[in-house]
């Protein structure tokens, strides 16, 4: 028997029910996380000017600017903000999508775990998750292009290496990519 999850969000100043047959249910917690007026990210996306040999569909992250770029083709890209690694955890290189997941799930690696034993050992993906919305898992790496319940943290330098996002910029990124899609991490 199904688990009925039932969470509560404010339409036109009256509170209604949304029902989620499990707590995956992708579309439920995507209308929770989008009637969340703190939610946004304090960087817009936007459609911009950017000069790239790359294919369209490839990813381009830049850290140091900490913007992420989908190339669009025709000298165009859409441009996100971005979280990028703290200090001593920056990387770099290329990679290409590996897997992708809706509210995925989040087991923290041993070596998060050391540096900060007072996380939880298993989170399933949900709201409340930090993995977020959306995931865009890198190579056979550790690290994942995804959503953040702490929108506030775009264009700040503070993961243990992963790129996060806005839950609703990851959407819509996750909403244009592909298995396979090629990404290319700059300093």
């Given at each position: ?29 995507d ?18 000017w ?71 050992k ?15 898992y ?25 790129i ?8 819509d ?15």
């Open positions: 028997m199904k688990r009925l999850l039932v969470a509560f969000f404010i339409v036109f100043g009256a509170l209604e029910p949304v029902l989620a047959a499990s707590p995956r249910d992708v579309k439920a917690f209308q929770i996380i989008a009637e969340m007026p703190d939610a946004s990210s304090p960087i817009k996306r936007f459609q911009t950017f000069e790239s040999a790359e294919k369209p569909g490839t990813i381009v992250i830049r850290a140091s600017e900490r913007r992420l770029y989908l190339i669009l083709g025709d000298n165009s890209a859409m441009k996100y903000g971005i979280g990028v690694a703290r200090e001593g955890f920056e990387w770099s290189g290329e990679y290409r999508v590996s897997m992708k997941r809706q509210w995925p799930d989040w087991t923290p690696p041993d070596e998060m775990l050391k540096r900060q034993p007072d996380l939880p298993h989170m399933d993906g949900g709201p409340d998750n930090p993995l977020g919305a959306r995931a865009l890198l190579g056979d790496t550790l690290y994942r292009i995804h959503g953040s319940n702490e929108p506030e943290t775009i264009g700040q330098a503070v993961s243990s290496g992963c996060r996002m806005a839950n609703e910029d990851v959407i990124l996750y909403s244009r990519v592909h298995v396979g899609t090629k990404v290319i991490i700059e300093p």
